[in-house]
């Protein structure tokens, strides 16, 4: 299975854009890019996936490389309430697994 | 959002003993998956099912075993637990249909703690 590489952690100031980095070089034709999230003594949620084009949603904006070895998880204004893991993960197309790594811990400062 | 839930939350259990962790779900997926999160590794799938009697194991299955004899029920069993299994275990299903987008629900966890 593909990999992803994150930054083990990152801050933000809130009300300020944050941009969170995925590699996924070893991606293959028909991965989708997942990302979840995990706030403190929660179960990971959902937050955006998709293949190839950018996506946006009411949580977030997806940004994918044009070659798909990268990805960026966009979210526009950060709150306090988004400090948490955030996970990117790759699902091959016709399977059912998904494999999370460590993420990304976001911090965001008032 | 009541779809799924694990039972118990928390345990306490000595090493050798048994136990069966269980998730339930109100939805009707077909996927259901057991995970557990330990510091440092993130979440690591230990077993999965795509059906009644379908299960296949994940990337750290040594230890543990799943049943899934209805659709709602998924239960995760340690034979005999170790320290080691000391953990948090997330459930999740896998929500297809016209509603969803082929996403992971999870569960609220269930905290293990192997003396």
């Known amino acids: 299975d593909a990999k992803t590489t994150q930054p083990n952690s990152m801050e933000s100031n809130e009300e300020e854009p944050v941009h969170l980095p995925c590699n996924h070089s070893t991606i293959s034709g028909t991965d989708y890019i997942h990302w979840y999230r995990q706030l403190p003594s929660q179960g990971p949620e959902y937050v955006i996936h998709g293949l190839t084009s950018n996506v946006n949603n009411r949580m977030a904006s997806l940004a994918i490389a044009e070659d798909r070895k990268s990805s960026t998880l966009i979210l526009h204004r950060a709150t306090l309430r988004d400090a948490a893991v955030y996970y990117c993960i790759l699902r091959a197309g016709t399977g059912n697994q998904f494999y999370f790594g460590t993420g990304t811990s976001l911090t965001v400062i008032p | ?115």
Not at chain 2, 14 to 23: F, N, Y
Not at chain 2, 24 to 41: A, I, L, S, V
Not at chain 2, 54 to 68: I, L
């Open chain 2, 1 to 115: 959002d009541a779809g799924i839930t694990q039972s118990p939350r928390h345990k306490v259990t000595e090493t050798g003993t048994p136990v069966t962790l269980r998730c339930h779900q109100t939805e009707n997926h077909r996927y259901m998956y057991w995970y557990r999160q330990d510091p440092g590794h993130g979440l690591r799938l230990i077993h999965y099912s795509y059906g009644v009697k379908d299960t296949d194991k994940g990337e750290v299955s040594d230890g543990y075993s799943v049943s899934r004899s209805k659709t709602e029920d998924f239960l995760l069993t340690l034979e005999s637990a170790t320290s080691s299994q000391t953990s948090v275990y997330f459930c999740a299903i896998r929500r297809t249909g016209r509603r969803y987008t082929g996403e992971l629900f999870f569960g609220e966890g269930s905290r293990l703690t192997v003396l």
